[in-house]
């Protein structure tokens, strides 16, 4: 009987082990098949980014060394999909590609992506870009994206001699800081706040008798007209105010808040042909009080470092871009919001920029700034393409604790020796930057 039962296991066991293989075969070849089935290869992205101009030359790079804006293509976002496009266009690599989409012209590929609006700028007469959900933007967006492509304004006041030295009763080549000033039509008393207090155009000294340096004050304004609500007729005025003052800059443009980003990139090409010599930029608002002493005193420390450190480089270039600087921002979606951005217009977070009524940068930095900006569409916050144009370049805002653009905390602000370690603070109105620079002025080491 054991013998029966050991020649039948033997048996069993001959029996299942070719039965078991072929299951573990028929298995094994499910899953490769399974797996062959299921499997894609990645996908290679094709939106390659130059990083735009490199340190040394005003050529494009020869490669991508990273991602510009970092956001995927959406279709559902107006100014990525017109971004990506000049990206492609501008990218060197792609420009080189035979069969890359880069040679299509520059009409067709603008039309796969979005049409342009096109129009004759001058004339303010626009048609509307096809675009699916047009009625869906607020009309402060519709108006923006309607003339988001016209970056040419005529002068309607200049002021061509602002930096020549055979104007200059002073003997000096060029500013030390230009301050560029944004204000309005009606804005009279801030702008004459401004002239009388931390604005005063004409040699500065530095805090406490240091070395100063030549300052000159202009302030940009665009054109006030009906479109913008009803005004009175200020133009008179204004044509007196610059023929006492000859410090106004105005261009033919409509000046409403998303316009404001216009009177960055019109100072540019202001700066690049009659101040290009200038050699550093404060930009603000007219509502902000600046202690321009203390600010002569820090950018004089600045170049001095720049000085050093170039000696042991072949590099004249001083990449300066100071203020409040804000990083991981995102777009306000509220749509009651002075800063609303809807989704279907941009998309993904903002580069890191500064904001807050003020900032400054080197006059060198503000050409490169003029440059670059033709490879980056208009967007409606200033302050944000400022922080785009930097990213193109490469560059990065420098924080300073002193550019307070959330104000003193309130039980500071009316105490003058809390401001010693002030550069810019946001927001005063006219009759406080009086108050305030009176203040100061006799403080004469009281802190």
Same mark, same amino acid.
């Given at each position: 009987?054991?013998?029966? +039962?050991? %020649?039948n =296991?033997?048996?069993? *066991?001959? *029996?299942?082990?070719p ?7 028929l298995?094994?070849?499910?899953v490769?098949?399974?797996?062959t089935i299921?499997?894609?290869p990645?996908?290679i992205t094709v ?5 735009g101009?490199?340190?040394n ?20 976002a107006?100014w990525? @999909?017109l ?5 492609r266009?501008h990218?060197?690599? &792609? ?7 880069m040679?299509?012209p520059?009409? #067709? ?6 049409d342009?609006c096109?129009?004759? %700028?001058?004339s @303010?007469?626009?048609s509307v870009?096809? !675009?699916?959900?047009?009625n869906s ?5 519709r ?6 492509? +016209?970056?040419?304004y005529p &002068?309607?006041?200049?002021q061509?001699?602002? +930096? ?8 000096v ?5 230009l301050?560029?000033?944004k ?5 009279f008393?801030n702008?004459?706040?401004i ?5 005063h ?8 008798? $240091?070395?100063g ?5 202009v302030?940009?304004?665009g @054109?006030?007209d009906?479109?913008? /609500?009803?005004h009175?007729?200020? $133009?008179?005025l204004?044509e007196?105010?610059n023929q006492?003052?000859?410090d106004?800059l105005q261009?033919?443009?409509?000046d409403t ?5 216009l ?11 009659? +101040?290009?010599?200038?050699?550093? !930029?404060? $930009?603000?608002d007219d509502? !902000?009080?600046v202690r321009?002493?203390?600010l002569l ?15 042991n480089r072949?590099e004249?270039?001083m ?18 919001? $002075? ?5 279907n217009?941009?998309?993904g ?5 500064? /904001? =807050?009524?003020?900032v !400054?940068?080197s006059?060198s ?5 003029? #440059?670059?900006s033709e490879?980056?569409?208009?967007f ?5 393409y ?7 370049l490469?560059?990065s805002p420098s924080?300073h ?9 309130v039980?500071d602000r ?5 401001y ?16 305030l620079w009176?203040?100061l ?5 009281? %802190?």
């Amino acid at each position: 009987m054991g013998k029966f +039962c050991k %020649c039948n =296991g033997r048996l069993l *066991c001959m *029996c299942l082990l070719p039965c078991m293989m072929t299951g573990h075969l028929l298995i094994y070849i499910m899953v490769s098949i399974f797996i062959t089935i299921s499997y894609a290869p990645p996908k290679i992205t094709v939106h390659y980014i130059a990083p735009g101009i490199s340190a040394n030359t005003s050529a494009l790079a020869s490669h991508p060394l990273g991602s510009f804006w970092n956001l995927r293509l959406e279709d559902s976002a107006l100014w990525n @999909r017109l971004q990506h496009a000049w990206d492609r266009q501008h990218n060197p690599i &792609l420009r080189g590609n035979t069969t890359g989409i880069m040679k299509k012209p520059k009409a #067709q590929l603008l039309t796969e992506i979005e049409d342009e609006c096109l129009s004759d %700028c001058m004339s @303010r007469k626009c048609s509307v870009p096809r !675009v699916h959900d047009m009625n869906s933007f607020p009309e402060q967006m519709r108006e923006f994206i309607k003339s988001m492509h +016209c970056r040419e304004y005529p &002068l309607l006041i200049n002021q061509p001699g602002m +930096c020549r030295r055979n104007n200059d009763s002073f003997g000096v080549d060029s500013p030390m800081l230009l301050m560029a000033v944004k204000s309005q039509v009606g804005n009279f008393e801030n702008r004459q706040a401004i002239r009388e207090t931390w604005g005063h155009s004409g040699l500065v000294r530095g805090e406490s008798n $240091k070395k100063g340096g030549l300052v000159r004050t202009v302030f940009l304004l665009g @054109r006030q007209d009906s479109s913008t /609500g009803p005004h009175p007729d200020l $133009k008179n005025l204004l044509e007196l105010e610059n023929q006492k003052y000859g410090d106004i800059l105005q261009w033919d443009f409509r000046d409403t808040f998303f316009n404001l980003t216009l009177k960055d990139l019109l100072l540019w090409q202001w700066l690049q042909q009659y +101040c290009p010599t200038a050699t550093f !930029v404060f $930009k603000g608002d007219d509502d !902000v009080f600046v202690r321009t002493d203390a600010l002569l005193d820090y950018l004089h420390r600045r170049r001095e470092e720049h000085n050093l450190w170039r000696a042991n480089r072949n590099e004249d270039d001083m990449n300066l871009f100071v203020g409040d600087v804000i990083s991981n921002a995102m777009p306000n979606r509220e749509p009651s919001a $002075k800063y609303f951005i809807p989704e279907n217009f941009y998309k993904g977070a903002y580069p890191s920029y500064a /904001g =807050g009524g003020g900032v !400054v940068y080197s006059g060198s930095l503000a050409l490169r700034l003029r #440059q670059v900006s033709e490879r980056v569409h208009l967007f409606p916050i200033d302050d944000v393409y400022l922080g785009m144009c930097l990213h193109r370049l490469g560059l990065s805002p420098s924080h300073h604790p002193g550019f307070l653009t959330f104000d003193l905390p309130v039980t500071d602000r009316g105490n003058p020796c809390a401001y010693r370690s002030v550069v810019l603070v946001h927001k005063r109105s006219p009759k406080e930057m009086l108050t305030l620079w009176k203040q100061l002025q006799s403080l004469h080491g009281q %802190c």
